[in-house]
Nanobody, 121 residues
Framework: QVQLVESGGGLVQAGGSLKLSCAAS????????MGWFRQAPGKEREFVTA???????YYADSVKGRFTISRDNAKNTVYLQMNNLKPEDTAVYYC???????????????WGQGTQVTVSS
């Protein structure tokens, strides 16, 4: 079973940057699509971005031009570089793994525990 562990969350001022990491426990990671989702208090979990094994990417409109997803298959790790952060980006961020590139959370089989990102105004 694939285990995912996120890191890199924290508190940042609006306009600042953070880089999240998600380390996977198995080498099968290299064949999975990886996604980032987020959930703000009182809101549904929403898709942020995803990347497949050949680095094709999808982004939610709300983060295009500000967030960048990347992966290092040799390290079994996916990254989320977040720039020009806004208070509305405040949420718990989750990484997840799926057999193919997808934007729906139901397509993802494995989930990390989440990492908190807080953006102050």
């Amino acid at each position: 079973q694939v285990q995912l562990v996120e890191s890199g969350g924290g508190l940042v001022q609006a306009g600042g940057s953070l880089k999240l990491s998600c380390a996977a426990s198995e080498r099968t990671f290299s064949t999975h699509a990886m996604g980032w989702f987020r959930q703000a208090p009182g809101k549904e979990r929403e898709f942020v971005t995803a990347i497949n094994w050949s680095s094709i990417t999808y982004y939610a409109d709300s983060v295009k031009g500000r967030f960048t997803i990347s992966r290092d298959n040799a390290k079994n790790t996916v990254y989320l570089q977040m720039n020009n952060l806004k208070p509305e980006d405040t949420a718990v961020y989750y990484c997840a793994a799926a057999p193919f590139l997808a934007t729906m959370s139901g397509e993802y089989d494995y989930w990390g525990q989440g990492t908190q990102v807080t953006v102050s105004s």
